[in-house]
Every structure is written in structure tokens, then in C-alpha cells.
């Protein structure tokens, strides 16, 4: 894909990304990336993975999964126009979840540490406009999980005998 294409697929793709966004800032942002094409069910990340980029999705979608010596439990997803692996990438901790492309596979921009570091130098307003938006991908899975683990409680709670 070239250049103009992506600039113009992310556009329409990562509205919440771009909306304070000029078409040369979002042309720069890009080519501070990388593309990278998923095939259905191909990990992008395994657990235990220290976290050396985030992904912005523009196409398909990434599934999110707790794995076991038994299992493989999908705890969530994230489609075109989010971010993933951010959370390791900030707090240079190993990923405790694997990342893989769901069934249609995914189209991401990879946003590499060196590419953060020099993105931070070269354009300040870029860079402050996606630290905004990583946070607010951050808060929204904050928000979402405890919204998730007071519905969980809510329901024991009504489970659970009267002592």
C-alpha cells in the first residue's frame, strides 16, 4: 500500500486518533510506522513478550487471550481504529496476554520504541495527540474491566447464602 492510501485508510479508520489531526500531521505520523499484515489467527504477541512497539489497528481486528496449560480464553478484542500493546510498551513489563488476529486477520501500524523516541523529538504535537489517545485507550479498559469486575461481584453476591 503506499503511502497516501495508508494516510488516507488511517483517516477514516482512527477517527478518535486523527480528529484534532491535519492530513501532513497524519502523513508524518505514518511515517513513523510500519505496516503489518496478520493472517486469520496469526499471534502478534505472545505472553512473557516485553513489550518493544504498539499497534495501532486499520484493519480486522485483534483478539485478546488468557492461555492456560488447559486453555484459551478470549477476554477481549480490539478492532480497527484501536490500540494494542500499548500497556506493555509504557510499562516495559512482560505482556500478559496474547495478542493474535481474530478470524478476517488484521492490518496494524507498528509504532516501534526508536520510532516513539524520535516521533517525541521530531513532532511534539503528533506525539502529544497519540499519548492522548493511548491514554484513553488505557482508561477505557480501566473503566470496562471494573465495570465487568463489579458485575461479576453483583452476581456472587446473589449466589452467595445470607449468613
Request: net charge negative; glycine share 8%; hydrophobic share 40%.
Amino acid at each position: 500500500m503506499d503511502h497516501a492510501a495508508l494516510v488516507k485508510l488511517v483517516r477514516q479508520v482512527c477517527t478518535e486518533f486523527c480528529a484534532e489531526l491535519t492530513q501532513d500531521e497524519v502523513s508524518k505520523f505514518v511515517r513513523y510506522t510500519r505496516l503489518v499484515t496478520l493472517q486469520p489467527e496469526q499471534v502478534l504477541a505472545e505472553i512473557g513478550a516485553r513489550g518493544e512497539s504498539f499497534f495501532m489497528v486499520i484493519g480486522g481486528s485483534i483478539g485478546l487471550y488468557q492461555i492456560t496449560q488447559q486453555s484459551s480464553l478470549q477476554v477481549g478484542e480490539i478492532g480497527s481504529g484501536g490500540l494494542v500493546g500499548e500497556m506493555s510498551f509504557f510499562d516495559k513489563r512482560p505482556r500478559t496476554l496474547r495478542l493474535a488476529a481474530m478470524q478476517e486477520g488484521a492490518a496494524l501500524l507498528e509504532i516501534s520504541r526508536g520510532m516513539y523516541n524520535r516521533i517525541v523529538l521530531d513532532e511534539p504535537y503528533v506525539s502529544s495527540k497519540l499519548l492522548e489517545f493511548v491514554i484513553r485507550s488505557l482508561d477505557s479498559l480501566v473503566r470496562d474491566l471494573s465495570e465487568k469486575n463489579a458485575s461479576l461481584h453483583r452476581q456472587l453476591k446473589e449466589f452467595q447464602p445470607e449468613q
